[in-house]
């Protein structure tokens, strides 16, 4: 479904050093065409990534502040995000759920807000260890969903991320097998409680411990389009390689 998304999620990683070798990768690799391109570097590295990249890679921001900025100490704005060249911001992320305790509400919010002042969303959903287990994946899924498509307006600039919380920083990546049925169950929500249009036109993008060993596998998947990368996104020559990983 639509242009195959590669998202190289840095998280809380990187100097100026390790940044500007990282970029110079990026601006050396050759990059298939048809594939967007986004990169989040931590909110401090960000004019330095914008003014370092060769344009061909946009800029995500890894999280957002759920209004207009102001008396808000240590948070950034979505206005401050566009005035740096941001196109699009990470929600939802797992690590912002549980480590930081965002909840469903929240993440909405923010959602809805990002996306009326023009950023793209990458709005991130997965299960547990535990919540798999126990049967519990889709259900978590639909429940992650249904507050993004309460509290948005329209569908038209997000991108899903389906990253399963155990995959993510582990190693253990979800079988192209295991990644496809939550795809397609998502898909499904989609086009039952939103729209089949919608369903049809959203990417719904896979994330945890994607690398370039098994992205060409998970690529091939009818429902996999893209994928939001963390560790091996810290590589130029590997996240090339998952890039270029398009069918
Ligand atoms: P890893 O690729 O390091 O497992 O991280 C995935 C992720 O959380 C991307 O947002």
């Known amino acids: 479904t639509g242009t195959f998304f590669v998202g190289g999620n840095w998280k809380c990683n990187g100097t100026k050093e390790s940044i500007t070798k990282l970029v110079s990768d990026l601006n050396n690799a050759k990059l298939e065409s048809d594939v967007d391109v986004v990169v989040a570097p931590p909110f401090v590295y960000i004019d330095q990534v914008k003014s370092s990249l060769n344009g061909r890679i946009e800029i995500a921001a890894q999280n957002s502040w759920v209004s207009k900025g102001g008396a808000f100490t240590g948070e950034i704005s979505v206005e401050q ?61 639909y429940q992650q969903l249904k507050a993004f498509a309460d509290a948005v307006p329209s569908w038209d600039n997000i991108v899903i991320a389906y990253e399963p919380v155990w995959a993510i920083g582990t190693g253990v990546v979800a079988t192209p097998v295991q990644a496809q049925e939550v795809h397609v169950a998502v898909r499904d929500w989609l086009k039952n409680n939103v729209s089949a249009e919608v369903a049809s036109k959203t990417r719904i993008i896979y994330g945890g411990s994607v690398n370039g060993g098994n992205c060409a596998e998970l690529a091939k998947q009818e429902d996999i389009d893209g994928f939001l990368v963390g560790g091996a996104s810290l590589k130029g020559p590997e996240f090339a390689t998952i890039v270029n990983s398009v069918t």
């Not at 995000?81 to 930081?100: A, F, M, Q, Y």
């Not at 965002?102 to 547990?128: P, T, W």
């Not at 260890?129 to 899924?141: P, Q």
């Open 81 to 141: 995000l566009k005035d740096t060249g941001c196109k699009w911001v990470i929600l939802g992320h797992s690590e912002r759920r549980h480590v930081i305790g965002e909840d469903n509400q929240f993440i909405g919010k923010k959602a809805a807000y990002a996306l009326g002042q023009g950023l793209g969303v990458i709005a991130c959903i997965g299960e547990l260890l535990e919540e798999r287990e126990a049967g519990k994946t889709f259900d978590v899924c």
